[in-house]
């Protein structure tokens, strides 16, 4: 597989502590590649040492098969980013501040426009940067991260501040983006759904690890999900645990994961010899979140 | 380079450190210009232009340097900046160059227009009020010489005191540097050692002794180059956390 962005043990300690150990990425061309961890994770850090703000404590990391450590004005070249809040000079308009960049990467000044146009901020763009809002800070910054329409677009939470519309907005942009011109996206974030609605494939960091890296529909795949809504949810679940399942309440429904030798009516069979009154039962996809909790063991099952 | 040299002036369109640029010569000239006013017995234009690069050289220029200096920085830090602009394809030190050019322009700058305030207060003066008589041949060609000598010695403490700047985060630390290296300088200015204190240096181009200024502004222009040569290296190789 031909990568956007690889790396091979990579790791970055601060003082004795890894905020990064040991990450073996493999970021395919073209596509959105999701990067998904919550607060502290290790994302922001590996972002660092993609771009070369960083250098790794141990392992390496490629953009396009280029060494970062060695060639980084080589990768750079290739890369627009956006790593935390946009770093924007307040008393400078939107436009000059753009501009600075242009001028650094040596593009035409009608690059400017462009990028302005498809983040929807031309008509703001002669307005000074302190005065604007978090969502309008934000969306710049993805601009001068398009400028000259790089082959890797690394976004470091990039739907950060912004309200539903926004967020919105941002999806369906990073969406487009491989679309229109074969440009590899990768994109951190904390909120499962954002990575769901819009990655290919997905990474998931936890405490400095990658746990899972691979495309989204093999993630979600696994084994099938039932979602059964019962009274008695506590007594169901016990006896599902008997039967061998591993019920876990969501809401009001319990969710059982079933394997190969199970079916769904088995299960109903199960709880209505039981004397139970099962109110509904349908198969369910699992979602990110279900991997997600399986492989950080964050929430153990309602009978383990 | 010259891209990067511009990107840092562009920048500094609508800052502070702009406007510290213009504040600062021009207290000087104001200072200068309303003593000339309180006099009653007449003084010489030499001792005039003196007084003005006296306080230059111990006090407005390292305060000037100190605060330029953490602008500038600051202008990069407070927004994180260095996110952006260190991830672009440019070396890095030449990043580190462009800014320690435009700052030491702009004290250049603060230079050249001391030297027409102090003069202009003074004809100013004397326009002004007519009791105000300042005797004895302008000291044109002379003053220059001597800002022109402060400048140069200056060139070491505007590169340490821009290492710090840029090195910390906080402006705390480069600005308890400047204020602890100016006072120091105000405090132990006869100090034997002060040929070799960066923020004393500048002081030394009004020494009697031509000896020690020549020394003194060596060790600051000589001192200030290698500096900025280990300040390029160091910062260069730094990371961006
Ligand atoms: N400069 C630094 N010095 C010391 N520790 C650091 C530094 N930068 C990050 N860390 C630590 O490394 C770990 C990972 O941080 P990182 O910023 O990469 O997480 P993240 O996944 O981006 O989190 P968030 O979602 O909050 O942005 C954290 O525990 C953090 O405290
Ligand atoms: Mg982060």
Redesign the pocket.
């Given at each position: 597989m031909a990568t956007a962005i690889e790396s091979t043990g990579l790791t970055k300690r601060?003082?004795a502590?890894a905020?990064?150990d040991g990450v073996d990425l493999a970021a395919p061309r073209g596509g959105v590649y999701g990067f998904l961890?919550?607060?502290?994770?290790?994302?922001?850090?590996?972002i660092r040492l993609i771009l070369g703000l960083l250098r790794p404590s141990a392992g390496e990391v490629r953009v396009f098969g280029e060494p970062v450590g060695a060639r980084r004005l080589k990768t750079a070249a290739m890369i627009g980013s956006l790593v935390?809040t946009p770093a924007l000079y307040d008393h400078l308009t939107g436009r000059e501040n753009l501009d600075l960049t242009r001028r650094i990467l040596a593009l035409p000044k009608t690059e400017i426009d462009r990028v302005l146009e498809v983040v929807d901020l031309a008509g703001a763009a002669g307005r000074r940067v302190g005065g604007y809002s978090l969502g309008m800070r934000q969306r710049l910054g993805l601009a001068r991260a398009l400028l000259g329409g790089p082959r890797l677009l690394v976004l470091?939470?990039p739907t950060n501040g912004l309200d539903p519309d926004g967020i919105r907005d941002m999806r369906r942009l990073i969406r487009s983006l491989p679309e229109q011109g074969g440009v590899t996206v990768f994109v951190?974030s904390?909120l499962l759904a954002e990575v769901e609605q819009t990655a290919d494939h997905v990474g998931l960091?936890h405490e400095?690890r990658l746990l899972a890296q691979t495309s989204l529909r093999e993630l979600k795949g696994g084994p099938a999900e039932l979602e059964i809504e019962v009274d008695e949810a506590e007594r169901a679940a016990a006896l599902l645990a008997q039967a061998g399942l591993s019920a876990r309440r969501e809401d009001a429904a319990l969710r059982v994961r079933l394997p190969a030798e199970w079916t769904a009516a088995a299960v109903n069979r199960l709880l209505v010899g039981a004397d139970l009154a099962v109110q509904r039962l349908a198969p369910r996809q699992r979602s990110l979140e279900d991997v997600y909790l399986d492989l950080t063991g964050a929430r153990a099952p309602l009978n383990a | 380079m010259l891209t990067l040299i511009h990107v840092e002036l562009a920048k500094l369109k609508r800052s502070l450190a702009l406007l510290l640029c213009v504040a600062a010569p021009a207290c000087v000239a104001a200072l200068c210009f309303m003593m000339a006013l309180r006099r009653d017995t007449p003084a010489t234009w030499e001792l005039f232009a003196v007084n003005g690069e006296v306080m230059w050289a111990y006090f407005m220029l390292p305060m000037t340097v100190t605060a330029l200096t953490v602008l500038v920085a600051q202008m990069e830090h407070a927004p994180k900046a260095w996110n952006h602009l260190l991830a672009l394809p440019v070396l890095r030190w030449k990043v580190f160059l462009a800014k320690a050019l435009v700052v030491l322009g702009l004290v250049a700058l603060m230079s050249v227009a001391l030297y027409g305030g102090v003069f202009g207060a003074g004809l100013l003066a004397e326009r002004l009020k007519p009791g105000v008589q300042l005797t004895g041949p302008i000291p044109l060609a002379h003053s220059a010489r001597i800002l022109a000598a402060m400048y140069a010695g200056a060139l070491l403490m505007v590169v340490v005191q821009l290492w710090a700047a840029l090195r910390f985060r906080s402006f705390v630390v480069p600005l308890i540097l400047g204020i602890a290296g100016t006072f120091a300088a105000v405090a132990a200015t006869a100090a034997e050692e002060g040929v070799f204190f960066p923020w004393l240096i500048p002081v030394n181009a009004l020494a009697h002794d031509p000896e020690r200024a020549a020394v003194a502004l060596s060790v600051g222009f000589f001192g200030g180059l290698a500096a900025l040569v280990a300040m390029l290296l160091h910062l260069g190789r730094h990371e961006v956390?």
């Open positions: 601060f003082g502590r905020a990064v961890g919550r607060n502290g994770a290790g994302k922001t850090t590996t935390e470091d939470e951190s904390h960091m400095g | 956390v």
